[in-house]
């Protein structure tokens, strides 16, 4: 089981940038595929961005070329770089791997 945390997040205005944390403990990390989902209200919960433990990686067509995911087995720690952000980006993030969930983000795009 891996327990996993977050940290990052916030308001920023159209057009500005952050960075989500994901740190992970427990059992092994760096063969695990990490996720992280969004979930706006009133919306059902959606997959932005994965990684596999090789570095392959997935995004959906909404953030593409805008988001970013990476991992850093070292650190087991897995990052969502968000660019250009836009108001429909706003909603709590999450990140999970297997059944282990982090605790949710909020992250507000707004003017």
């Known amino acids: 089981q891996v327990q996993l945390v977050q940290s990052g997040g916030g308001l920023v205005q159209p057009g500005g940038s952050l960075r989500l944390s994901c740190a992970a403990s427990?059992?092994?990390?760096?063969?695990?595929?990490m996720h992280w989902s969004r979930q706006a209200p009133g919306k059902q919960r959606e997959l932005v961005a994965a990684i596999s433990g090789d570095g392959n990686t997935y995004y959906a067509d909404s953030v593409k070329g805008r988001f970013t995911i990476s991992r850093d087995n070292a650190k087991k720690t897995t990052y969502l770089q968000m660019n250009n952000l836009k108001p429909e980006d706003t909603a709590v993030y999450y990140c999970?791997?297997?059944?282990?969930w982090g605790q949710g983000t909020q992250v507000t795009v707004s003017s």
């Open positions: 999970w791997a297997g059944a282990s």
């Open positions: 427990g059992s092994i990390f760096g063969t695990n595929t």
